[in-house]
């Protein structure tokens, strides 16, 4: 054991690993082939849900295993669990703004029965105000609440905080593709996709 060796307990087994590692390289490096649950490894992907829990504290966290560097005494637990998929909408189908939120209420109708219970936010390992998003897309601020959501990184812990099976991350994705569906994109995006699609613009390599 070195002077920088560390013991921490993933998965309900004692590991000792250098205190440089985060979780998933701490499990790897104690030779446990790990493939579920690890992604991008650069907090992006949202695969690697853990929960904390830090020596001598008594509070669970939700985190990314990928971030969370170890430390002593550490217990971590990797969450694996499938995302709900019963929220199915077409954006075709929305033929103007105007009724967009009594459709986003047939698409999510459990968002209306929001408890204000903060487990969403407290979840949340990016800290996004998750409730206040939910909130804001029941009242048709989908822009708002877009906004809110733009560092999602899906990983579904707020939803597995939900008393009312919300999944507010998908709310927060309907927000954003919903907005970008109903705003005119920047010009210079549009000039641009119309220099490609007349083949006027090239990638050169080299
Ligand atoms: S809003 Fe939900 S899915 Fe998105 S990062 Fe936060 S907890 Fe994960
Ligand atoms: S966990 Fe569910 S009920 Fe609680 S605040 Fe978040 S969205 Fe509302
Ligand atoms: S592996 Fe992608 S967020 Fe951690």
């Known amino acids: 054991m070195g002077d920088r060796d560390i013991t921490v307990n993933i998965n309900g087994k004692d590991i000792t690993v250098p205190a440089t590692m985060s979780a998933i390289q ?42 969370t560097m170890v430390e002593d005494g550490m217990q971590i637990i990797f969450l694996v669990f499938p995302t709900p998929n019963h929220h199915t909408y077409q954006l075709d189908d929305f033929k103007n703004s105007w009724d967009t939120q009594a ?11 929001c408890r204000h219970c903060g487990g969403c936010t407290k979840s949340c390992p990016v800290e996004i105000d998750v409730e206040h998003g939910v909130n ?8 708002e609440a877009g906004e809110l959501f733009l560092e999602c990184v899906m990983c579904g812990l707020c939803l597995t ?46």
């Not at 804001?136 to 822009?143: M, V």
């Open 103 to 113: 459709q986003f209420h047939q698409i999510f109708p459990e968002a209306a029965h």
């Open 136 to 143: 804001l897309a029941t009242e048709g601020k989908f822009r």
């Open 161 to 206: 905080s939900c008393p009312e099976e919300i999944t507010p991350n998908h709310v927060g994705l309907f927000c954003r593709r919903i907005t970008a569906y109903f705003h005119i994109r920047p010009s210079n995006l549009i000039n641009r996709l119309e220099e490609i699609r007349k083949g006027e613009y090239r990638i050169v390599e080299g």
């Open 26 to 67: 701490a499990v790897w490096h104690a030779g446990h082939p790990r493939v579920h649950g690890v992604g991008c490894l650069e907090g992006v992907c949202g695969a690697c849900k853990v929960f904390v829990r830090r020596a001598g504290r008594s509070i669970i966290t939700t985190e990314l295993g990928c971030q």
